[in-house]
């Protein structure tokens, strides 16, 4: 299994903001368990996509040299049910960007109706945590990811 | 124009009930950031950015809640602040009230420095250093 809850981006601006698409599919094991007979995406893993695509524009901004962890929720409020032949949309701006820190700004819409609001802070771990020592290799942006850039073609 | 004390203490409050998930008025001025109001560390960077945009001002890193100094063995022994170490940090913390603390500067009561007083005292120093 692939931990990979976006299927493409459709924009992305450098340091700025990024749009990503996932579509629903009764194909994903999850949702014959969320709920069955009334399958749903978990809003948790519209958190992870919205993650997912903030976090990459995160990374990118600083050209993926930096372990970026998500750090806090800041906010995440949801207004209905994405179902299955339904697409997201994943709207991501950063807010902040520092050496330490990112925030960014997300709405997440369903079939072009607002659906949520996800407001992430992600930590660049190596900036903060003094006195931890992380490995060297990137394990946030890996090889095998960077590979996924070029299918996103968002890679410099 | 400067923001009397009254009316940062209310943008304080407000930004550490977006970013701590508190009620109003468990913001006193005296409640700890992490005893009273469950601050963990990375809400300190959470804070920092709010504040930031709150006050349109640039907080240095380190400034504010400074990092680094316990790890210098000239300023801690035994779990306490050594007289030099407690001396550096009144300086780097100039808007702390250590009344308390410097009574038993235990590491582990550090945290206690960090109150809504400290905030709204860093707050107004900046304000009137501008």
Known sequence: MRWIWI???VEFESGRRAVAIKNITLAEDHLHDHFPGFPVMPASLMIE???????????EARNFEEKVILAKIKRASFSGYARPGQQLRYEATI?????????????????????????????HI??????????????VFTEEFKSLLTTYQIRR | MAMSRDEIFEHVRDTLVDALAVEPDEVTENASLTGDLGA??????DIVFRLEKTFNLKIP???????????NP??????????TGLEQLKKSMPHADF??????????KMPDLFTVKTLVNYIEAKQTAA
């Open chain 2, 40 to 45: 963990e560390s990375i809400d300190f960077l």
């Open chain 1, 49 to 59: 996509g919205m993650a997912q695509t903030a976090g990459i524009l995160v990374g």
């Open chain 1, 95 to 123: 807010e902040t960007i520092s050496p330490e820190a990112a925030m960014t700004a997300g709405t997440i819409y369903c079939d072009g109706e607002p659906l949520g609001q996800v407001d992430l802070m992600f930590s």
């Open chain 2, 74 to 83: 000239d300023y801690v022994s035994n779990g306490k602040l050594t007289a």
């Open chain 1, 126 to 139: 190596d900036q903060n945590l003094s006195g931890l020592n992380f490995p060297e290799e990137n394990f």
């Open chain 1, 7 to 9: 299927d493409k981006f």
């Open chain 2, 99 to 108: 009344s308390n603390f410097e009574k038993d500067p235990d590491v582990s």
């Open chain 2, 61 to 71: 890193r380190g400034e504010l809640f400074p990092e680094d100094l316990l790890n």
